[in-house]
Protein backbone atom coordinates (compact mmCIF):
# COMPACT_ATOMS: atom_id res chain seq x y z
CA UNK A 1 0.00 0.00 0.00
CA UNK A 2 1.16 3.60 -0.63
CA UNK A 3 -0.21 6.67 0.12
CA UNK A 4 0.27 10.50 -0.55
CA UNK A 5 -0.74 12.95 1.93
CA UNK A 6 -0.98 16.47 1.43
CA UNK A 7 -0.83 19.64 3.61
CA UNK A 8 -0.74 23.58 3.78
CA UNK A 9 -3.53 24.57 1.92
CA UNK A 10 -6.11 27.19 3.47
CA UNK A 11 -7.23 30.74 2.59
CA UNK A 12 -5.01 32.68 1.28
CA UNK A 13 -4.98 36.85 0.61
CA UNK A 14 -4.31 38.74 -2.51
CA UNK A 15 -0.42 38.59 -2.75
CA UNK A 16 -0.20 35.99 -0.50
CA UNK A 17 1.94 32.71 -0.08
CA UNK A 18 1.35 29.18 0.95
CA UNK A 19 3.79 26.40 0.90
CA UNK A 20 2.31 22.63 -0.12
CA UNK A 21 3.73 19.36 1.26
CA UNK A 22 2.92 15.70 0.25
CA UNK A 23 4.68 12.84 1.43
CA UNK A 24 4.74 9.88 0.04
CA UNK A 25 4.42 6.45 2.45
CA UNK A 26 4.38 2.49 2.12
CA UNK A 27 5.98 0.28 0.24
CA UNK A 28 8.36 2.17 -1.92
CA UNK A 29 11.42 0.82 -3.59
CA UNK A 30 12.04 3.78 -5.25
CA UNK A 31 9.79 7.43 -6.77
CA UNK A 32 10.40 8.95 -10.56
CA UNK A 33 8.83 12.18 -10.89
CA UNK A 34 6.48 14.02 -8.41
CA UNK A 35 4.28 16.82 -9.05
CA UNK A 36 1.21 19.05 -8.38
CA UNK A 37 -1.58 19.76 -10.32
CA UNK A 38 -4.67 21.74 -9.69
CA UNK A 39 -8.32 21.47 -10.19
CA UNK A 40 -10.51 24.78 -10.40
CA UNK A 41 -14.05 24.25 -10.29
CA UNK A 42 -15.96 22.61 -13.45
CA UNK A 43 -12.67 22.25 -14.98
CA UNK A 44 -10.75 19.11 -15.91
CA UNK A 45 -7.18 18.83 -13.45
CA UNK A 46 -4.71 20.17 -14.90
CA UNK A 47 -0.37 20.15 -14.02
CA UNK A 48 0.85 22.86 -12.33
CA UNK A 49 4.69 21.80 -11.90
CA UNK A 50 6.66 18.58 -12.06
CA UNK A 51 9.55 17.56 -10.46
CA UNK A 52 11.84 14.72 -12.03
CA UNK A 53 13.86 12.68 -9.06
CA UNK A 54 17.33 14.23 -10.21
CA UNK A 55 15.91 18.01 -9.88
CA UNK A 56 14.53 19.00 -12.67
CA UNK A 57 11.54 20.77 -13.04
CA UNK A 58 9.10 22.06 -15.32
CA UNK A 59 5.83 24.65 -14.79
CA UNK A 60 2.67 25.74 -16.39
CA UNK A 61 2.78 28.83 -17.71
CA UNK A 62 0.30 30.05 -15.71
CA UNK A 63 2.29 29.56 -12.40
CA UNK A 64 5.50 29.76 -13.55
CA UNK A 65 7.65 32.93 -12.03
CA UNK A 66 5.58 32.48 -9.13
CA UNK A 67 5.65 28.81 -7.72
CA UNK A 68 8.42 26.70 -6.84
CA UNK A 69 8.84 22.63 -6.70
CA UNK A 70 10.67 21.24 -4.53
CA UNK A 71 11.50 17.63 -3.00
CA UNK A 72 13.30 15.94 -0.43
CA UNK A 73 13.90 12.42 -1.58
CA UNK A 74 15.41 11.18 1.86
CA UNK A 75 11.63 12.06 2.79
CA UNK A 76 10.05 11.32 0.53
CA UNK A 77 8.22 14.66 0.09
CA UNK A 78 7.58 17.04 -2.69
CA UNK A 79 7.20 20.86 -1.60
CA UNK A 80 5.33 23.59 -3.90
CA UNK A 81 6.09 27.09 -2.82
CA UNK A 82 3.26 29.66 -4.04
CA UNK A 83 4.18 33.21 -3.97
CA UNK A 84 1.99 36.13 -5.22
CA UNK A 85 -1.35 34.37 -4.97
CA UNK A 86 -4.37 35.04 -7.39
CA UNK A 87 -7.72 34.53 -7.33
CA UNK A 88 -7.54 32.09 -10.29
CA UNK A 89 -4.78 30.20 -7.94
CA UNK A 90 -8.27 29.02 -6.11
CA UNK A 91 -7.99 25.34 -6.69
CA UNK A 92 -8.08 21.78 -5.58
CA UNK A 93 -4.20 20.84 -5.48
CA UNK A 94 -3.22 17.43 -5.92
CA UNK A 95 0.02 15.84 -6.10
CA UNK A 96 0.97 12.92 -7.72
CA UNK A 97 3.95 10.73 -8.00
CA UNK A 98 5.75 7.58 -9.92
CA UNK A 99 6.03 5.05 -7.54
CA UNK A 100 8.06 1.55 -7.92
CA UNK A 101 6.32 -0.81 -5.41
CA UNK A 102 9.16 -2.55 -3.21
CA UNK A 103 6.78 -5.51 -3.31
CA UNK A 104 6.90 -5.90 -7.15
CA UNK A 105 9.24 -3.13 -8.40
CA UNK A 106 5.97 -1.88 -10.94
CA UNK A 107 6.09 1.65 -11.16
CA UNK A 108 2.78 3.27 -10.72
CA UNK A 109 1.15 6.44 -10.63
CA UNK A 110 -0.28 7.85 -7.57
CA UNK A 111 -2.52 10.30 -6.50
CA UNK A 112 -3.17 12.47 -3.12
CA UNK A 113 -6.69 13.24 -1.85
CA UNK A 114 -5.96 17.21 -2.56
CA UNK A 115 -6.12 20.15 -0.37
CA UNK A 116 -7.67 23.09 -1.33
CA UNK A 117 -6.82 26.63 -1.81
CA UNK A 118 -9.10 29.29 -1.17
CA UNK A 119 -8.24 32.90 -2.64
CA UNK A 120 -9.78 35.35 0.47
CA UNK A 121 -10.64 39.01 -0.73
Known amino acids: QVQLVESGGGLVQPGGSLRLSCAAS????????MGWYRQHPGKQRELGAR???????NYADSVKGRFTISRDNAKNTVYLQMNSLKPEDTAVYYC???????????????WGHGTQVTFSS
Open 26 to 33: GSIFSINA
Open 96 to 110: NADIRIATTLKLQGY
Open 51 to 57: ITRRGST
